[in-house]
């Protein structure tokens, strides 16, 4: 089983900034089958990049995906109040079973 | 729209049983594999079954494997989720979950139903 290790655990930014964060795999996703979710408090995940690098439907261009084999990026290019939530990383390049990553929390400095 | 509306959470005892519902619309539901996913209170999502489009062939996490079965009839677009030997670790909100055509991709999740395993 594949296991993603994201970092940091929690990134303070500012409205504006650019955020970026990593999610690292303990082998090869394979295909680069690897997509990025956004939770906020309350609610259900949303799709935002799948194949490492695809947005999901509807999903701005200010968000971005990058990277192949064990190192993955998301990438926010200018953080809008709306940003702020749980990132989770998901493999999906071995499945089943498909794996998340533990998350990272983006807050508000 | 695609709506995926979760049934059945509740507090059960430790070893009792439970059956999860989810109601699917919105979309041609026997043309997509369907997912179970878990969120702990507090913590992240933990991913716990997988079946087929046709029902034909199913997967399970580890950490339920022999104890929960996944299953759908795709004439009433309802996915199923029964779940035995409950313990605490079970306690969760569980989401329903759309797999999209790309493979593996989870394209819409429901708002989840909260199982809460607890004497």
């Known amino acids: 089983e594949i296991v993603l290790t994201q970092s940091p655990g929690t990134l303070s930014l500012s409205p504006g900034e650019r955020a970026t964060l990593s999610c690292r795999a303990s082998?090869?996703?394979?295909?680069?089958?690897l997509a990025w979710y956004q939770q906020k408090p309350g609610q259900a995940p949303r799709l935002l990049i799948y194949?490492?690098?695809s947005r999901a439907t509807g999903i701005p261009d200010r968000f971005s995906g990058s990277g192949s084999g064990t190192d993955f990026t998301l990438t926010i290019s200018r953080l809008e109040p709306e940003d702020f939530a749980v990132y989770y990383c998901?493999?999906?390049?071995?499945?089943?079973?498909?794996?998340f990553g533990q998350g990272t929390r983006l807050e508000i400095k | 729209e695609v709506q995926l509306v979760e049934s059945g959470g509740v507090v059960v005892q430790p070893g009792g049983s439970l059956r999860l519902s989810c109601a699917a619309s919105?979309?041609?539901?026997?043309?997509?594999?369907m997912h179970w996913v878990r969120q702990a209170p507090g913590k992240g999502l933990e991913w716990v079954s997988l079946?087929?489009?046709?029902?034909?062939?199913?997967y399970y996490a580890d950490s339920v494997k022999g104890r929960f079965t996944i299953s759908r009839d795709n004439s009433k677009n309802s996915l199923y989720l029964l779940m035995n030997s409950l313990t605490a670790e079970d306690t969760a909100l569980y989401y329903c979950?759309?797999?999209?055509?790309?493979?593996?991709?989870?394209?819409?999740w429901g708002q989840g139903t909260l199982v809460t395993v607890s004497s």
């Open positions: 979950a759309q797999e999209s055509t790309f493979g593996g991709v989870i394209k819409d």
């Open positions: 919105g979309f041609t539901f026997d043309d997509y594999a």
């Open positions: 079946i087929t489009w046709d029902g034909g062939s199913t």
């Open positions: 082998q090869s996703v394979s295909s680069s089958y």
């Open positions: 194949d490492a690098a």
């Open positions: 998901q493999q999906y390049g071995s499945s089943p079973p498909i794996t």
